[in-house]
């Protein structure tokens, strides 16, 4: 399951950087751009709380990266 969802939050964080490059997302973001990187490719699990302070900056709620 743990797996399964840092995929879809990868996913959603892929969607959401669209065509700007890892540096100026993850500036955006407030992390690096490796550490984006990472989370895109499911390499890295975030926290609840990194994951809330993401969703902050983009103005957006849990419930719009994991809808069930």
Do not use: C, H, W
Not at 21 to 29: E, G, P
Not at 39 to 68: C, H, W, Y
Request: proline share 1%; no cysteine; net charge positive.
């Amino acid at each position: 399951m743990g797996k399964s969802l840092d995929k879809q939050f990868g996913r959603f964080l892929r969607q959401q950087r669209g065509e700007q490059s890892y540096a100026v997302f993850a500036k955006k973001l407030g992390i690096s751009a490796s550490t984006l990187f990472r989370l895109e490719t499911s390499e890295q699990s975030a926290t609840l709380r990194k994951i809330g302070d993401i969703l902050n900056r983009l103005k957006m709620r849990m419930r719009d990266v994991f809808p069930e």
